[in-house]
């Protein structure tokens, strides 16, 4: 019987600064196809865990593998996108047009200093159609609103054609409407076959399209049913304060 390699298979995980435990023992795996959201408080070591699973933090201890291979071994990064934090936030007076911002995600396939080919040029022109964003491409990235610069960067990460999407708080600043767009573009991604790691610290964005939960606080707990209203019990030991939980997000379908 043959099983499935998961793109990340993390176990016991841990990550310390000055002494001070960030993240302790996390164990988890995320599987192709998956659609995942990550939730906890401020502070409580989800950015962190990402950017270990990415290799720009060095865990303390525990081991990392992406696509069966371990951490420093793996060198197919193209196979992830990354929308991080604030990264829709750009300076009005940004040098760059959107495709100017969208060309770079094609960088971790050719390198800073190959030629433009024509693949690039399509798969740069897919990736701004598929976010809508293609009749904006001469614009600069500064005059757009918070919706379009988001669908911009997320452009930028599927240039490359990942087989995983992670967005780090990609709806920080950004107004209802955009925000339902937003959901309604994941679900097509994921469809599509995009892994897509959401990660939030308001439980009020977790969708109904969402397959399993994982909240971070230092530790993790995995739900395989997030459909399932979480108890005011669990949130307020997840938050470290009293919860009182109104309702659920919902998006239309």
Known sequence: MKFKVPIFD????????????????ISLEIFSG??????????GGKTTLIR???GLEKQTDGEIKIFGKKLKDFKAWHKIGYV???ASHVDSSFPATVLDIVKMGRTSQRGFFSSYSELDKQLVNDAMSKMDVL????KMIGTLSGGQRQRVMIARALSSKPDILILDEPNTGVDMLSQKRFYTLLRELNNEGITIVFITHDIGVIA???ARLFTINQKATICNNPKQVLSCQEMSELYGIDAHLIHMHKHEH
């Open 10 to 25: 993390i176990k016991n995980l841990s990550f310390s600064v000055k002494g001070q435990s960030i993240l302790s023992n």
């Open 34 to 43: 998956e659609y995942i959201a990550i939730i906890g408080p401020n502070g």
């Open 52 to 54: 270990m699973l990415l």
């Open 84 to 86: 991080p934090q604030r």
């Open 135 to 138: 009749n904006l491409k001469d």
């Open 208 to 210: 109904d399209d969402i």
